[in-house]
């Protein structure tokens, strides 16, 4: 795995952490 990729998976989890907090999404939403 690359650095960009590691990185824009590690951005993906972050963008879906605080999708979660905000929206409240239930936590199988982005399994």
């Known amino acids: 795995m690359?650095?960009?990729q590691k990185s824009a998976m590690l951005s993906a989890?972050?963008?879906w952490y605080l999708a979660?907090?905000?929206?409240g999404a239930p936590s199988?939403?982005?399994t």
């Open 28 to 30: 199988w939403f982005h």
């Open 2 to 4: 690359s650095l960009g």
């Open 20 to 23: 979660d907090v905000c929206e």
């Open 13 to 15: 989890q972050n963008f």
